[in-house]
């Protein structure tokens, strides 16, 4: 199996960041300069099918946790603190239901352990559209985009995918196909006997709708230990939204 790229900062207490669908490690490059800065050494990783990971037509949350023990085994760490956020999240709950002893504490951010019906679509729509007279640069990409895409936040954060795969033409780094076919996946829920015993943290942005109080129950079925804290003045992206609160509320556990 291939391994997963990384970019390592810093020095201290391992902690894995694992970012969300069609994002990549560098979504995460500002916070985890923080977290380094604060005595973790911290891995920001590009899942399979995304950044600078290797592509796969396998693509659950079994391989994706598969794929983080792997990594872990790889590096000589035998247990890291586990930050994910939405379809990392997932990831992240799922290694640590599978390896709690690899698990030293998870942070789940703005997802939790129950099915979400597909909702990418829109978002694959556009993507899929596109040609490649479209990606002669990143504002033809752009312009192209909002003509399905209207949120211009989404769009932004899509196109930092965007690299040279040739002198005048840009490319994705996700593995649009095998995302776009695999879709249902995102949206599973984490196996009703899983449970990671160990610290847990939940951590939900004011805006979003991704967690409810109603959700309480099933997070404390799976993660008996768990919080739920809220980033005030935020959406389903909390960590930018509200970095600042994020980093008060994450350091608060981690140190805890």
């Given at each position: 199996?291939?391994?997963?790229?990384?970019?390592?900062?810093?020095?201290?207490?391992?902690?894995?960041?694992?970012?969300?669908?069609?994002?990549?490690?560098?979504?995460?490059?500002?916070?985890?300069?923080?977290?380094?800065?604060?005595?973790?050494?911290?891995?920001?990783?590009?899942?399979?099918?995304?950044?600078r990971?290797?592509?796969?037509?396998?693509?659950?949350?079994?391989?994706?946790?598969?794929?983080?023990?792997?990594?872990?085994?790889?590096?000589?760490?035998?247990?890291?603190?586990i930050?994910?956020?939405?379809?990392?999240?997932?990831t992240?709950?799922?290694?640590?239901?599978?390896?709690?002893?690899?698990?030293?504490?998870l942070?789940?951010?703005?997802?939790?352990?129950?099915?979400?019906?597909?909702?990418?679509?829109?978002?694959?729509?556009?993507?899929?559209?596109?040609?490649?007279?479209?990606?002669?640069?990143?504002?033809?990409?752009?312009?192209?985009?909002?003509?399905?895409?209207?949120?211009?936040?989404?769009?932004?954060?899509?196109?930092?995918?965007?690299?040279?795969?040739?002198?005048?033409?840009?490319?994705?780094?996700?593995?649009?196909?095998?995302?776009?076919?695999?879709?249902?996946?995102?949206?599973?829920?984490?196996?009703?006997?899983?449970?990671?015993?160990?610290p847990?943290?939940?951590?939900?942005?004011?805006?979003?709708?991704?967690?409810?109080?109603?959700?309480?129950p099933?997070i404390?079925?799976?993660?008996?230990?768990?919080?739920?804290?809220?980033?005030?003045d935020?959406?389903?992206?909390?960590?930018a939204?509200?970095?600042?609160?994020?980093?008060?509320?994450?350091?608060?556990?981690?140190?805890?």
């Amino acid at each position: 199996m291939s391994s997963l790229y990384s970019n390592v900062l810093g020095s201290g207490s391992p902690l894995l960041i694992l970012h969300g669908f069609l994002g990549m490690s560098d979504n995460w490059k500002t916070l985890g300069t923080r977290y380094a800065e604060e005595g973790f050494e911290v891995h920001l990783i590009d899942q399979r099918n995304h950044g600078r990971s290797f592509w796969s037509e396998e693509f659950n949350y079994t391989v994706l946790a598969q794929d983080i023990k792997a990594y872990l085994v790889e590096r000589g760490i035998s247990s890291a603190h586990i930050l994910g956020h939405s379809m990392g999240g997932k990831t992240a709950m799922q290694f640590a239901c599978t390896n709690p002893g690899k698990v030293s504490s998870l942070i789940v951010a703005d997802i939790a352990p129950k099915y979400y019906p597909p909702h990418h679509d829109y978002i694959l729509q556009g993507l899929k559209a596109l040609k490649p007279a479209d990606l002669g640069s990143r504002t033809d990409a752009d312009k192209a985009l909002s003509a399905y895409i209207r949120d211009w936040g989404i769009r932004q954060f899509l196109l930092k995918n965007l690299y040279w795969k040739e002198k005048d033409q840009l490319a994705f780094r996700f593995n649009l196909e095998v995302l776009a076919e695999r879709m249902n996946e995102i949206g599973e829920s984490i196996g009703s006997t899983e449970r990671y015993e160990g610290p847990s943290l939940f951590i939900r942005g004011s805006r979003s709708e991704y967690v409810q109080e109603g959700d309480l129950p099933e997070i404390k079925n799976h993660f008996p230990r768990a919080l739920l804290k809220t980033v005030e003045d935020a959406g389903h992206w909390l960590h930018a939204e509200n970095p600042d609160q994020f980093m008060e509320i994450t350091l608060a556990f981690l140190n805890s």
